[in-house]
C-alpha cells in the first residue's frame, strides 16, 4: 500500500502514553544515544521521563521535555513500519512534527534530528513568549462552513489591529484554528467568541508558536544550528504551507532557513499539507505516528475539506474508514499492528 507518514506536535504526549517509548521504542541502542545528548544538555533523559511513576503535566509538557518525548516516539514508530506492507511515498507533519518528518524522510539524521527537535524544544521553553488557544470552525458534522472560517479570520484580525493586543494564526488544523498571541489578544478572544463544548481551549506550557512574536528563539536556532546537520531528503517532504522537497532536487540551505525561520515565525497551514499529501501523491493509506491519537480528527477533517474522494462530511469519512481504513493512527494498538 502507498503511504503518507504523519508525524504528530506539541500536546500528543499525555498521561496515556506514559511509558510509549518502554512499550514501543525498537532501538534502544538509538535511545540511549538520545538519552546521551540529554545528559550532556544537563535535562531529564527520556528513559527517565517515560518511566516516571506517573505522568506530571508541569514536567512532561514542558517544550524541553515534550518536543524530545514526541520526537522519538515518532522517530521509533518510523522504524516499527513493516516496509513490506506499506511503501511511504511522502513525509509530513504538523508543527513541531516537522522536525520528526525530516529525520524520517532522511534530512536529518535520527540524532541530528534530535538535536534540532531537543534545541527548539528547550529554546521554546526558556522563551515562553505569548501562548496559544484552540477554537472550531466546523461543526460536529465536519461539513465545511466556509462562512464561519471567514468570520473568525475577521474577529482575528479586529482584535489583533487593536493597540498593545496580539492575535494571529498559529496553525491551520483541520476543523480547528489554533490561534496564538499575547494574553491581551488571547483574552479578547475568548470573550468575543460563543463557548463551544471545551473550547475556546487554552494550550498548556504552549508559547505563540508560528508567529513573528518567535522571532528571538528563530534567530537562537540560526545560531546554533547549522547548515551541515541537513542533508536532502531520501522521500518527499510537506511543509506547512504544503510545499513539496524533492530528494535529489532540495536546496539545503533554503530547507534549513524554512525549518528555522519561516516555520518558526509564520503560520503553519497543516491543512494544506494533508491536501496535497492526498491529491498529488494519491496515498493508500495515511499513518499517523505516535505518540498519542489526538491529530487523527485533524487529518480527517482535512481530507474532508479537501474533498478526498468525495468526502464531504464526518459520516462521509467513518463510512469510508469502516470499509477499509484509510487513516491509521499508530498510537492506536488495535490499528498499530496493521502497518508494524
Same mark, same amino acid.
Not at 522536525?99 to 515562553?128: I, R, S, W
Not at 483541520?174 to 498571541?181: E, I, N, S
Given at each position: 500500500m502507498r503511504a503518507v507518514l504523519i508525524c504528530p506536535g506539541?500536546?500528543?504526549?499525555?498521561?496515556?502514553?506514559?511509558?510509549?517509548?518502554?512499550?514501543?521504542?525498537?532501538?534502544?541502542?538509538?535511545?540511549a544515544r538520545f538519552d546521551s545528548l540529554r545528559l550532556e544538555a544537563g535535562q531529564d533523559t527520556?528513559? !527517565?521521563?517515560?518511566?516516571?511513576?506517573?505522568?506530571?503535566? &508541569?514536567?512532561? #509538557?514542558?517544550?524541553?521535555? $515534550?518536543? %524530545? =518525548?514526541?520526537?522519538?516516539?515518532?522517530?521509533?514508530d518510523s522504524k516499527n513500519?513493516?516496509?513490506?506492507?506499506? !511503501?511511504?511515498?511522502?513525509?509530513?507533519?504538523?508543527?513541531? &512534527?516537522?522536525? #520528526?518528518?525530516?529525520?524520517? $524522510?532522511? %534530512? =536529518?539524521?535520527?540524532?541530528?534530528?534530535?538535536?534540532?527537535?531537543?534545541?527548539?524544544?528547550?529554546?521554546?521553553?526558556?522563551?515562553?513568549?505569548?501562548?496559544?488557544?484552540v477554537y472550531p470552525h466546523m461543526g460536529d458534522d465536519w461539513v465545511p462552513d466556509p462562512d464561519s472560517k471567514a468570520s473568525l479570520f475577521n474577529t482575528i484580525s479586529e482584535i489583533d489591529s487593536r493597540a498593545e493586543h496580539s492575535l494571529r494564526l498559529s496553525i491551520d488544523?483541520?476543523?480547528?484554528?489554533?490561534?496564538?498571541?499575547?494574553?491581551a489578544g488571547l483574552s479578547a478572544f475568548e470573550k468575543a467568541v460563543p463557548k463551544r463544548n471545551a473550547f475556546p481551549m487554552r494550550l498548556r506550557n504552549h508559547a505563540a508558536f508560528h508567529t513573528d512574536l518567535m522571532r528571538p528563539v528563530s534567530e537562537l536556532g540560526m545560531d546554533r544550528l547549522g547548515a551541515e546537520l541537513f542533508d536532502q531528503p531520501r522521500v518527499p517532504l510537506i511543509d506547512g504551507r504544503g510545499q513539496i522537497w524533492w530528494p535529489h532536487a532540495t536546496e539545503?540551505?533554503?530547507?534549513?532557513?524554512?525549518?528555522?525561520?519561516?516555520?518558526?515565525?509564520?503560520?503553519?497551514?497543516?491543512?494544506?499539507?494533508?491536501?496535497?499529501?492526498?491529491?498529488?501523491?494519491?496515498?493508500?493509506?495515511?499513518?499517523?505516528?505516535?505518540?498519542?491519537?489526538?491529530l487523527g480528527g485533524a487529518v480527517a477533517q482535512s481530507l474532508v475539506l479537501s474533498n478526498w474522494r468525495g468526502l464531504g462530511?464526518?459520516?462521509?469519512?467513518?463510512?469510508?474508514?469502516?470499509?477499509?481504513?484509510?487513516?491509521?493512527?499508530?498510537g492506536r494498538e488495535d490499528q498499530r499492528s496493521l502497518v508494524t
Open positions: 506539541r500536546g500528543t504526549y499525555n498521561a496515556p502514553e506514559l511509558g510509549a517509548l518502554s512499550r514501543h521504542f525498537p532501538d534502544r541502542d538509538l535511545l527520556l528513559t !527517565e521521563l517515560d518511566r516516571a511513576a506517573s505522568f506530571d503535566p &508541569g514536567r512532561h #509538557t514542558r517544550g524541553d521535555n $515534550a518536543s %524530545a =518525548l514526541i520526537y522519538a516516539a515518532g522517530v521509533g513500519l513493516d516496509l513490506d506492507k506499506v !511503501e511511504v511515498v511522502a513525509v509530513t507533519g504538523n508543527s513541531m &512534527g516537522w522536525y #520528526t518528518a525530516l529525520a524520517c $524522510a532522511g %534530512a =536529518l539524521t535520527p540524532e541530528t534530528g534530535f538535536l534540532v527537535a531537543n534545541t527548539m524544544g528547550t529554546l521554546m521553553q526558556a522563551n515562553l513568549i505569548g501562548g496559544q488557544l488544523l483541520g476543523g480547528m484554528l489554533v490561534l496564538a498571541g499575547d494574553e539545503i540551505g533554503s530547507l534549513r532557513h524554512y525549518t528555522l525561520g519561516t516555520q518558526v515565525t509564520e503560520p503553519y497551514d497543516f491543512t494544506a499539507a494533508i491536501r496535497v499529501a492526498a491529491r498529488e501523491f494519491a496515498p493508500d493509506l495515511f499513518i499517523l505516528t505516535g505518540p498519542g491519537t489526538t462530511s464526518k459520516a462521509d469519512f467513518q463510512k469510508m474508514q469502516d470499509r477499509e481504513p484509510v487513516l491509521v493512527s499508530m
